[in-house]
């Protein structure tokens, strides 16, 4: 889908299209081997390798909000993410975000922060990561530097 295509398309079938490709990314990625979950496991990936740093996903649910520790944590992954031109959004649903990402023998217990990695040798492409980073550009061109997608329930 070109950038035209996805501008075109009402809110509503733009949302679902791009939480349907997070979903399709995330699974690809998990299947890759490309996914760093948790606050401080991506924090130390972002240290050492900014560069292997593809896309950023942040989920917070009512739980968490007010939590000002993780907050703090969300400003400065938001800020290393503008810093380093690395596309962010945000989920509402950790709890579905863990289930996409997660195994089903072990429960996830810090999902608030995901990173697709790009793989050391560089043969991993997805249309629907090119989407979500489409998806990024349009809404930094609003001024919505964290655009909120809504993962489908299951």
Sequence with gaps: MTLEEVLIQKPAERAQCVGTAL???LASAKDNDSLT???????????????????CVLAVDEEFECDIALQIHFTLIQSFCFDNDISIVRVSDMQRLAEIVG???????????VLITNPADGSW???????????CEES???NDWVPEISLSAR
């Excluded at 195994?103 to 922060?113: G, R, T, V, W, Y």
């Excluded at 492409?125 to 998806?135: I, R, S, T, Y």
Aim: hydrophobic fraction near 40%; glycine fraction near 2%.
């Design 23 to 25: 979903e399709e990314v």
């Design 37 to 55: 979950v948790g606050v401080y496991e991506c924090a130390k990936v972002m240290n050492l390798d900014p560069d292997s740093v593809s896309f």
């Design 140 to 142: 930094r061109r609003v």
């Design 103 to 113: 195994d089903k023998a072990e429960q996830l217990e810090d999902a608030h922060c």
């Design 125 to 135: 492409e997805d249309p629907a990561l090119e989407k979500l980073h489409l998806f």
